[in-house]
Every structure is written in C-alpha cells, then in structure tokens.
C-alpha cells in the first residue's frame, strides 16, 4: 500500500518534513504537547504521528501499572451463593449473584503516567481505536491516573492495552490476581514489557503462584520484585526465598496477618521450624543485595541471638548491603560502624527494626534507590 511519505514530492517538503523519520519520533517524544498542531501541519505529518504512536516500543512513560481482580470476599460469596442457590431464586437472590458474578470476571487497571505524556497516550487510544468510552482519568499534582475495567476473557482489549502500554513499566502491581482466568488476562496485558519493579500482593503462597513469579522476573527483566504475602500452603518457603535471590536484585517482604485458617496453611514467617538468621545470610550470599522484611504481627521471627549473629554476618559478606527487618524487641536503642555497615536496632513506632546498610546506601529506599 502507498503511504504518505511516498506519494509527497521531495522538493515540495518543507525541512521538517525533510527530517529522517527516526529524528521526526524524537521530536514528538520531546514535546508530546504539540502533537495535534503538527498532525494538522500535513498529511505526512499526521502519517508519520500515526506511525510513531502504533509502534509499541516508542514511548516508555508508563509510572505505574495497577491490576486488580476481584476481593476474597467475592470469591468466597460466589461459591456461597453457587452452592446454596435455592431451585426458585427470588428477585433480590438473582440480583446479589449477578452483582457478584459479573464483579469475580474483571480487573481493574490504573494507568499512571507523567501529565506531559497525556497527549501521547490519548492519542494512542484513540490510534489503536481502543474503545475510550471504557478509560475514566484524574490528574494529580504531576501525573494523570487512567482507570478502567476490563473482562478477564475480553482478549481483543486486554491486547490492546498491552499495545497502548509499550514495551517498559516503572513500576507494576498485581492485587488479588491469583485464579487461573485473572493470571491469563494479566499475562496476555503484560506480555513483552519490561518492569522495573513487580509487586505482587497474595492471600497463600503456593507452589503454582511461586512458580508464575519466577517466570515473571525472567520474562520482564524485573529487578525489585515486592511481595506482599499472608500465609502459604504446602510450599517450600526458603526453597522459594533462595531460588528469588539468585534472580533479583531487590526484594521487600511484607507479612499480612493471616487469618486462622485450616491447619495446612500457616503465616509465611514463623519462628517454629526456620531459623531466619541462617536463610537471610543465605540469601544475601546470591545476587540479592537490598532486603527488606516487615512483620508487624510476627516481630519474634527474629529474635534477639538472631538479630546479634546477623550484625556479625552481614557485614563480613563483603557486599554493599542494604538490609531492614522487623525484629524482637530491644530495651535500647544502639548503632556502630562494621566493615563500611551502618549497623543500627532502630523503634518505629511500637517496633523494633534491626538495620545494616552500606556507607554508600544509608538513606536509599528499598523500592526506589538512588
């Protein structure tokens, strides 16, 4: 097919025209704010626009990509009302378990970007004619959130967002996207996207859910991977902890409470059969070199001759660690210098937190270095 750059006569071009298409898509990336005036500039223009915005890799601004699937809860109230539907349901029967039915087969994604790429992304949208009716936006001081829901069976719009989203995310998160159907969706959203960082938020850890998050960090070339985890269920925690630390760079553990539940699914972080000191070590011996465990309801995972043995440990790894922990309580407060380690048992708020960070990383966020 003829397009519009071969049907202009070269010496009708203005010099912008004249431009090198690669130069033409630096430009529009430098400025996203003028791109309607310049589709209106010409027909090649508008063309090359076009071009610059179908393709996928051209415009890495995405901050933050949220996914949510639907709330425990709801799961728990499908199942309830699938197995006790009474053969004549009422009018407000049938009206709860469509409100539900319809809720448990949807993710909701938030789309954060810069306000300067608005333009950009609208334009895309709109390009890859997905359909805009379905996207709700609020700007913030600096960025703009995009909100929309989509089936997770609705292949040809989970594709196109993928296409919308391009070829890198800062930052992704993953709520309550655990069902084979919603893992299916977020897979086919995020395919071919590099993510910095992946948080990944979970009721129980099994061995399937594990072994998707392996297969994620290889396949995004993610770095910082934050799980957020309550409790887990025939599953090999430290095997799974070992087997992370050999792949990422970053890793931020929160423990959820974990509600009491049958006697095979227990909270990941106990104090019963692991010795924590043992497996942190172990872990910041491989690639891992930034740990960040929160435990607010289980603080005495760590205790104190664990905490002591990790302050002489850590710091003999000859690595520029950066290492936070929930820990057990200590009556003081104290710190001192170890082998280029800031070593410090520190209170916030009711807890303590034992910390051993390098010279060079002491105000460096684990989710957000510098």
Known sequence: MTTAEE????????????TPKEITWKIFFYV?????????????LRSRMDGYLNERGTVPYVLELRMTGAKPETRRLRKTLSKTAPPNMNNLYVCKWLEYDERFDKIDFVIRIPVDFMALFEHRLRVRSFPCDLVESKIWANVTDYFLQL??????????????????VNHACLRNCSETEEL???NIVIDGIDINYLEYEVGTLTEQIGETLFAA??????????????????????EFLLKM????????????FAHPKNPGVKHFFDSTDVYWADVIVNMLSRKLNILCIENQDYPEYLRNHAVEELMERLPALDKKLWFYATCDTY???FSFMEKEHLVKIERNGLLHFLSVKHSSRINELPSNPE
Not at 7 to 18: A, C, M, P, Q, Y
Not at 32 to 44: G, K
Not at 245 to 256: A, F, K, R, W
Request: charged share 30%.
């Open 7 to 18: 049907i202009h006569d070269v010496r009708s071009l203005s010099l912008f025209e004249k």
């Open 32 to 44: 996203p704010e003028a791109i309607d005036n310049i589709r209106m500039t010409s027909s090649l």
């Open 151 to 168: 089936d997770v069976k609705d292949d040809w719009n989970l594709i196109s967002l993928r296409d919308v989203i391009g070829r890198h």
């Open 184 to 186: 299916t969706a977020v």
């Open 217 to 238: 960090v290889r396949e995004h070339n993610i770095d910082r991977l934050i799980l957020v985890v309550e409790s887990y269920y025939k599953f090999d925690r430290v």
């Open 245 to 256: 630390s050999e792949l990422v760079n970053g890793l931020q553990l929160t423990q959820n």
């Open 331 to 333: 009556e003081n407060l």
